[in-house]
Nanobody, 121 residues
Framework: QVQLVESGGGLVQPGGSLRLSCAAS????????MGWYRQAPGKQRELVAT???????TYADSAKGRFTISRDNAKNTVYLQMESLKPEDTAVYYC???????????????WGQGTQVTVSS
């Protein structure tokens, strides 16, 4: 079993910052990509940012220049530093890892439970 525990969400004023964390634990052989997604009310879940095991990153256009994704491989943790937050960033943020729980197992996507980010004055 692989578990993902997210933290760092909350209420912040426009222009403020938040840092999300997602720690993976359990039966993990290797983690490949790690990423953050978000889902606003009435909208589909969308990609925010991803980081590969080699450190290459990708960002949604809405996140470029404001958000920074990073990972600590020793801690199996992925972070999302969010700056200059806007009301339209309000959503539930989910982390996702693509991992192999054992050498003989196929790579599987695992999701966190989600953490609410609300940007409002």
């Amino acid at each position: 079993q692989v578990q993902l525990v997210e933290s760092g969400g909350g209420l912040v004023q426009p222009g403020g910052s938040l840092r999300l964390s997602c720690a993976a634990s359990g039966s993990i052989f290797r983690i490949n990509a790690m990423g953050w997604y978000r889902q606003a009310p009435g909208k589909q879940r969308e990609l925010v940012a991803t980081v590969t095991s080699g450190g290459s990153t990708t960002y949604a256009d809405s996140a470029k220049g404001r958000f920074t994704i990073s990972r600590d491989n020793a801690k199996n943790t992925v972070y999302l530093q969010m700056e200059s937050l806007k009301p339209e960033d309000t959503a539930v943020y989910y982390c996702r890892i693509d991992a192999k729980p054992a050498p003989w197992r196929v790579e599987t996507a695992y999701w966190g439970q989600g953490t609410q980010v609300t940007v409002s004055s």
